[in-house]
């Protein structure tokens, strides 16, 4: 994966990101000429949690591009400060854009990543073409969400500390029971096998306070906006919201989505069914529909054509590796 150095207000930070473009499953810059789609992924995990996304000939049609965030997946840096938040975040990825030469994008989100999403909307509104919020965060944390969180990393410190592997699993295991509502497929058990061997890099006992920063912090703490501050958000918005999440029930997208419409935004819900918190992973692929048609309706120039050759992720070699068999994910979850 290439990577980029990027210098913020919180530090200096080398993102690894990946570009998929109608031609190359894996490219080292965008095609200047196409539409281009900005992914910022969830909580845990890294980029290659869009594997059905980056694979869907209908979605390359466009640049795909997508970045590990500050202390997961590739990425590496300065840890961020224990107050890092949206606005430090949403700096990160101005800057990532500025880096790597990229033009004002429509920006996709998961669960965390649509508190970046957003925020890069208001902070830097001539960066977004629209915003597609996958299991969007943006109320205020429930405490009790927050409290499991925090539980899930008292376990991993617990673990890292001691190298004692069954606090980590137990870790890992709420960590899965979190994002994916008790629910597995091979691509889940592929994406947490993947990804194992990095957070037990990234996450080492010099790196706890950043650790907890950004997987409880950043998130717990993150603050309401204002009907003012939404009302900056001037590009249309796309919620999706999976119908077997289990940590949010479908009311706070419901909440949020009569938020951004009072406040006069461009908005539309979305509920899709059997889908988990981290629902770009849904193997019924809805989310891929509501999102290739959002697309559409929101371009300024001709849709370029779908791809004809076959088009897979840049993650599609690895997570075989580790598991994946896209086969048995076509038509059923099963139940862990």
């Not at 949403?90 to 990532?96: G, N, Q, S």
């Not at 970046?116 to 902070?123: K, R, V, Y």
């Not at 943006?138 to 890292?160: K, Q, V």
């Not at 194992?196 to 998130?219: E, G, M, Q, S």
Request: negative net charge; proline residues 7%.
């Amino acid at each position: 994966m290439p990577s980029t150095k990027v210098k913020t207000s919180t530090g200096k930070t080398e993102f690894s990101y990946t570009i998929s473009t109608p031609t190359k499953d894996s490219a080292k810059s965008i095609d200047n000429k196409l539409p281009t789609v900005l992914f910022l992924h969830a909580v845990y995990l890294s980029s290659s949690i869009f594997q059905y996304q980056f694979s869907d000939p209908r979605l390359r049609r466009f640049n795909l591009v997508s970045v590990d965030l500050r202390l997961h997946g590739q990425t590496a840096g300065d840890n961020p400060p224990a107050a890092y938040n949206e606005c430090d975040a949403a700096e990160d990825i101005a800057k990532f854009m500025d880096a790597i030469k990229l033009p004002p994008s429509h920006i996709v989100g998961c669960s965390m990543g649509t508190m970046i999403a957003t925020q890069l909307a208001m902070s830097y509104p001539k960066k977004c073409l629209s915003l597609f919020l996958m299991s969007p965060l943006g109320l205020t944390e429930p405490a009790d969400i927050a409290e499991g969180r925090e539980e899930i990393t008292d376990y991993w410190m617990e673990g890292a500390k001691s190298n004692d592997e069954a606090a980590l699993l137990d870790a890992l295991y709420g960590a899965r029971q979190f994002a994916f509502s008790n629910k597995t497929t091979t691509l889940i058990t592929s994406l947490v096998n993947a990804t194992y061997p990095l957070v037990k890099k990234n996450w080492v006992p010099k790196n706890f306070d950043a650790y907890r920063t950004v997987t409880v912090d950043f998130i717990a703490h993150r603050k309401e906006h204002s009907m003012e501050e939404l009302a900056q958000i001037k590009v249309p918005v796309a919620l999706a919201h999976g119908l077997d999440d289990i940590p949010y029930a479908p009311e706070v997208s419901e909440v949020y989505f009569k938020r951004l419409l009072d406040a006069g935004v461009d908005a539309t819900l979305h509920k899709v069914t059997g889908a988990p918190h981290f629902i770009c992973v849904d193997p019924g692929k809805e989310v891929n529909d509501l999102l290739h048609d959002f697309l559409l309706q929101n371009l300024r120039e001709v849709a370029p054509p779908i791809p004809t050759k076959e088009t897979l992720s840049p993650w599609d070699r690895d997570l075989r590796k580790n598991g994946w068999d896209p086969e048995d994910d076509d038509d059923v979850l099963h139940i862990i």
